[in-house]
């Protein structure tokens, strides 16, 4: 068996992975950056779940179907007239898979470029600064190094009353593959991954039911926020059933029966198709040696300090394999930080500004603390709120449902939190996450000048509203 020395072995190449090897040889660190993913024709990559099956694809059909919807209901308004809108399924698809495949090549190139040693194959951890590793072809050869991060990420958490079978009930990743759209589609699960996922289908013809066993939608954002999300999906026609339980699921031909508890009464439902997107687990499978005690928590996180070292020597982890979000870009902050750790740099991760966004139409975004979380640890705090109503570019672009909420701190003013439902939300939030790394607060962005006409106007108005000096709305 053979043996290659290096300073640093990563394990996985997605998100938090593939950055941690290039930052750890950007500073002169010999690096290895070993991955096992396949694609379903085969075919290996780099990238990850995000890049593969997750965030890449699932925006891509997002942005098409969002088209497709926009072009049917919106484009009339602006007077341009399109008469019927037909929608090739193949070519969005062959669009989104072209995407993923120049992203993820992209991703070998930049590890090429950096210097990184690009291995493809499973990874194990043995002890004693080794990890074996098996090749697509069976070889299996040693790897040695003085520093090894663990960046395995996670796996769709599988319902034994719901198995996937790859065709009739599947995960995220099946429901970004479909081939045609269904006519009835069921989904488990109306979190983050579920409302994407069923927003795509609705918008492309799809009856979409969905079954959360929460009696709450998105109870881990702000309250209003989730209120006016429900109202937006109900207009939108996705029919969220809360406080429902599957208790059955069962393959019927070209159908699935299901069964589910709601309000103490059982009922059923046939649909054609099944998402199943109840969370995801940390993915760990066949990554330790027999003996090897690496610390695993009740979840099967591997468990780490606020730097993610693990408790073995010269061991880290990273990403969805540890606690906290499974955010990409939380996953990628932590490799980074783990690489310049180990070149005996300064770094670290404020993970009490990890912003999180949903990309449905209106999207959703938000950074800090809720009212319900500071009330509950006693923090006075003002709010101020702006409608996207009254935005002159929401207005132009006909998109004007939803708002900004600001959340300060009465006793020094500093934000607390920031949370948007409206057009681009995603991208209007990284100026709220900007301004409380700095520990800003509201004044610092009321008085911060912001273009005019933009939708960033709605921060700075909500901002001015905390202390009742909106100009563009009604004080209260």
């Given at each position: 068996?053979s043996?290659?020395?290096?300073d640093?072995v990563?394990?996985?190449?997605?998100?938090?992975?593939?950055?941690?090897?290039?930052?750890?040889?950007?500073n002169?660190?010999?690096t290895?950056?070993?991955?096992?993913?396949?694609?379903?024709?085969g075919t290996?990559?780099?990238?990850?779940?995000?890049?593969n099956?997750?965030?890449?694809?699932?925006?891509?059909l997002?942005?098409?179907?969002?088209?497709?919807?926009?072009?049917?209901?919106?484009?009339?308004?602006?007077?341009?007239?399109?008469?019927?809108?037909?929608?090739?399924?193949?070519?969005?698809?062959?669009?989104k898979?072209?995407?993923v495949k120049?992203?993820?090549g992209?991703?070998?190139?930049?590890?090429?470029?950096?210097g990184?040693t690009?291995?493809?194959g499973?990874?194990?951890?043995?002890?004693?600064?080794?990890?074996?590793l098996?090749?697509?072809a069976?070889?299996?050869?040693?790897?040695?190094a003085?520093s090894?991060?663990i960046?395995?990420?996670s796996v769709?958490?599988?319902?034994?009353i719901?198995p996937?079978?790859?065709?009739r009930?599947v995960?995220?990743?099946?429901a970004?593959?479909?081939?045609?759209?269904p006519?009835?589609l069921?989904?488990?699960?109306?979190?983050?991954?579920?409302?994407?996922?069923g927003?795509?289908?609705?918008?492309?013809?799809?009856?979409v039911?969905?079954?959360?066993?929460?009696?709450?939608?998105?109870?881990?954002?702000?309250a209003?926020?989730?209120?006016?999300?429900?109202?937006?999906?109900?207009r939108?026609?996705?029919d969220i059933?809360?406080g429902?339980?599957l208790?059955a699921?069962?393959?019927?031909?070209d159908?699935v029966?299901?069964?589910?508890?709601?309000?103490?009464?059982?009922?059923?439902l046939?649909?054609d198709?099944?998402?199943?997107?109840v969370?995801r687990?940390?993915?760990?499978?066949?990554?330790l040696?027999?003996?090897?005690e690496l610390?695993?928590?009740?979840?099967?996180?591997?468990?780490?300090?606020?730097h993610?070292?693990?408790?073995l020597p010269?061991v880290?982890?990273?990403?969805?394999v540890?606690r906290?979000?499974?955010l990409a870009?939380k996953g990628t902050?932590?490799?980074?930080m783990?690489?310049?750790l180990?070149?005996?740099?300064?770094?670290?991760?404020?993970?009490?500004?990890?912003?999180s966004?949903?990309?449905?139409a209106p999207?959703?975004?938000?950074?800090?603390?809720?009212?319900?979380?500071?009330?509950d640890?006693g923090?006075?705090?003002?709010?101020?709120?702006?409608?996207?109503?009254?935005?002159?570019?929401?207005?132009?672009?006909?998109?004007?449902?939803g708002f900004?909420?600001?959340?300060?701190?009465?006793?020094?003013?500093?934000?607390?939190g920031?949370h948007?439902?409206?057009?681009v939300?995603?991208e209007?939030?990284a100026?709220?996450?900007?301004a409380?790394?700095?520990?800003?607060?509201?004044?610092?962005?009321?008085?911060?000048?912001?273009?005019?006409?933009?939708?960033?106007?709605?921060?700075?108005e909500?901002?001015?509203?905390?202390?009742?000096?909106?100009?563009?709305a009604?004080?209260?």
């Amino acid at each position: 068996m053979s043996e290659q020395e290096f300073d640093v072995v990563v394990i996985g190449a997605g998100p938090a992975g593939y950055p941690a090897a290039i930052r750890a040889a950007q500073n002169g660190l010999k690096t290895a950056c070993i991955d096992d993913w396949k694609n379903y024709d085969g075919t290996r990559a780099f990238g990850g779940t995000c890049l593969n099956a997750g965030c890449i694809p699932s925006k891509a059909l997002l942005e098409s179907s969002e088209l497709v919807h926009r072009a049917s209901t919106e484009f009339a308004k602006h007077g341009i007239e399109v008469g019927s809108v037909s929608v090739d399924l193949a070519k969005m698809q062959a669009r989104k898979a072209g995407i993923v495949k120049q992203l993820t090549g992209g991703i070998a190139a930049l590890l090429k470029s950096n210097g990184v040693t690009a291995l493809q194959g499973r990874g194990r951890l043995l002890g004693e600064n080794r990890v074996e590793l098996v090749d697509a072809a069976g070889v299996v050869q040693t790897l040695r190094a003085k520093s090894i991060v663990i960046a395995t990420g996670s796996v769709p958490i599988e319902l034994p009353i719901a198995p996937f079978d790859g065709e009739r009930i599947v995960d995220s990743w099946g429901a970004l593959e479909f081939e045609q759209v269904p006519a009835r589609l069921g989904i488990i699960g109306a979190g983050v991954i579920g409302l994407e996922l069923g927003s795509v289908w609705k918008r492309l013809g799809a009856e979409v039911v969905m079954l959360e066993a929460l009696d709450a939608l998105l109870p881990m954002a702000d309250a209003q926020i989730s209120q006016e999300a429900a109202r937006s999906f109900k207009r939108q026609g996705l029919d969220i059933r809360l406080g429902a339980r599957l208790t059955a699921a069962e393959r019927n031909g070209d159908s699935v029966k299901l069964r589910y508890e709601l309000g103490g009464e059982e009922q059923a439902l046939d649909v054609d198709k099944l998402i199943v997107c109840v969370g995801r687990r940390p993915f760990t499978s066949e990554l330790l040696a027999d003996g090897l005690e690496l610390h695993l928590d009740e979840r099967g996180f591997v468990v780490v300090d606020e730097h993610c070292r693990t408790n073995l020597p010269g061991v880290w982890a990273v990403g969805d394999v540890v606690r906290g979000p499974m955010l990409a870009h939380k996953g990628t902050e932590e490799g980074v930080m783990v690489a310049d750790l180990i070149a005996d740099k300064f770094a670290e991760v404020n993970y009490d500004v990890i912003p999180s966004v949903i990309y449905t139409a209106p999207e959703i975004a938000w950074v800090g603390k809720t009212e319900a979380q500071l009330s509950d640890e006693g923090v006075a705090y003002k709010v101020g709120s702006f409608s996207f109503a009254a935005n002159g570019r929401a207005k132009g672009m006909e998109q004007t449902e939803g708002f900004v909420k600001l959340i300060s701190a009465v006793e020094d003013d500093e934000l607390l939190g920031v949370h948007i439902i409206g057009p681009v939300a995603g991208e209007l939030i990284a100026e709220a996450v900007l301004a409380m790394e700095f520990s800003a607060s509201s004044e610092d962005l009321q008085r911060t000048v912001h273009a005019h006409p933009t939708l960033s106007e709605a921060l700075h108005e909500a901002a001015l509203a905390a202390d009742k000096r909106a100009i563009h709305a009604i004080n209260r």
